[in-house]
């Protein structure tokens, strides 16, 4: 399955069904990963070399030499296949030449003519989707000394989405001797944004790297959910309200603290009248879910996802990127009793998605400022990271037990919810 639409240029290729894993594998997988790090370092600086003579090449020709660019492009693939194999986004062991056919892929187009003024430019307008990489824990895709970077990594999980779902999934595999759906999916994601920023910046393409959760619909899977996004919103963002968007949310910082007040109160509340009835109060539901609403409103507003200031009340479909909250429903008491216990994972994977929608703020700021307006693919992505943000929020609060979707997409595909297996939704 290909993740991108057919005019890009770089396409990431899903071929993993089944999602079963190696525990054996997976447990020393740092260790069997050792020779790749040793070669990728040194592919990796021969391929350094080779994009110079790319750069110079495209500033004189306006295009890649194809013998150059299969160099590159081969590099690129096999970054990516280790990439894939170390977050657990695959089970092969991968080889070492970076042939197409591994399960976790990237198709790359031959050289195409390219702009000299920005071959001219290029590690300077890469930059921002370096930065976008990096907060998703991709940038190690294509990096010249990608080994050793590798290899802080996996020692190091605090690397990004990716980092932190390879994490969560080394002990979910161990346990149940495969990888939940979700996982695979956001680090797949990040994956692909990797390959095609590395691409980029490498010079094999002039096409810049689109962040658009779009991309991922071809191979996401994600089921209903009784907390659901939704975006009515344009992308035209007012220059004056953008430069000032922090100053002008300050009533709402205020208003949010004192309502997390009362919300903790309420949350203490319906955890123990949810735990003894199976169920939460209408009354209690209603106000965690207007808070809940609320808070995504003012994130979408801050993180500039949103456009127009919002509302106090967390009234439904009063802001362009709203929330349909399924009414109270029966709840599992063992979820409910080991709630805080069970949400850590999701609030591991929340914290970077968090990240992530800090550096789509700062991206989005300057963009805006520039043109009035913040790329879609871009908003997006912010989205998609507020969707998983709101549903943590709803869980953590009890207003449904069912698990957070870390899937980066917006749009479900036909997977019924009630045949998914539960470590699919995270």
């Known amino acids: 399955m290909s993740a991108t639409s057919p005019d890009r240029p770089i396409r990431l290729v899903i071929r993993d069904g089944d999602l079963r894993r190696s525990r054996l594998t997976v447990f020393f997988r ?47 693939r096999y970054a990516t296949h280790l990439s894939a194999y170390l977050l657990l986004a695959a089970n092969p062991y991968p080889g070492f030449r970076g042939r197409p056919g591994y399960p976790v892929d990237v198709e790359i187009d031959p050289p195409s003519p390219q702009s000299r003024r920005s071959g001219l ?13 990096a907060s998703l824990g991709a940038g190690f895709t294509w990096s010249a000394s990608g080994g050793f970077y590798l290899l802080f990594v996996a020692l190091v999980t605090s690397s990004g989405v990716a980092g932190i ?42 096409r810049y790297p689109s962040s658009d959760p779009v991309l991922a619909e071809s191979f996401a ?39 997390s007040v009362a919300t903790f109160v309420a949350a203490v509340v319906s955890w123990l009248v949810a735990f003894a009835t199976g169920r939460l109060p209408v009354t209690l539901h209603r106000f965690l879910a207007a808070y809940v609403r609320y808070v995504l409103h003012v994130l979408a507003f801050v993180h500039l996802v949103g ?14 990127i709203d929330l ?26 929340g914290g970077a998605l968090g990240g992530v929608l800090v550096v789509v703020a700062l991206l989005g700021w300057f963009y805006a400022v520039v043109t009035g307006r913040v790329p879609e693919g871009l908003r997006n992505l912010g989205v998609a990271c507020l969707r998983y943000g709101a549903q943590l929020d709803s869980y953590f609060l009890l207003l449904t037990d069912r698990y957070p979707l870390a899937a980066p997409v917006l749009n479900p595909r036909a997977v019924d919810a009630a045949d998914a297996s539960p470590e699919d939704w995270f």
């Open 307 to 320: 456009r127009k200031f919002p509302g106090f009340t967390g009234r439904a479909g009063s802001y362009g």
């Open 121 to 133: 430019v290029r590690i300077v307008l890469a930059l921002p989707a370096i930065l976008l990489a």
């Open 324 to 349: 349909e909250i399924d009414p109270s429903a029966a709840q599992n008491r063992w979820k409910t009793l080991f709630r805080l216990f069970l949400a850590f994972p999701a609030l591991l994977l």
């Open 165 to 206: 779902a390879a994490f969560l999934a080394w002990f979910a595999i161990l346990v149940l001797g495969r990888e939940p759906r979700g996982l695979r999916d956001v680090t797949a994601y990040a994956l692909g944004y990797g390959a095609q920023t590395g691409g980029y910046a490498l010079l094999l393409t002039g």
């Open 30 to 76: 740092l260790l069997l990963a050792l020779p790749h790090f040793v070669w990728l370092t040194l592919w990796g600086t021969a391929a350094s070399i080779v994009s110079f003579v790319l750069w110079l090449a495209v500033l004189i020709e306006g295009k890649a030499p194809e013998s150059l660019h299969d160099f590159v492009a081969g590099y690129l």
């Open 221 to 259: 899977e994600l089921p209903e959910h009784p907390v659901r996004i939704v975006v009515t919103d344009d992308l035209d963002r007012p220059r004056l309200m953008v430069v000032f968007r922090l100053f002008l949310a300050i009533p709402h910082f205020v208003w949010l603290l004192l309502w």
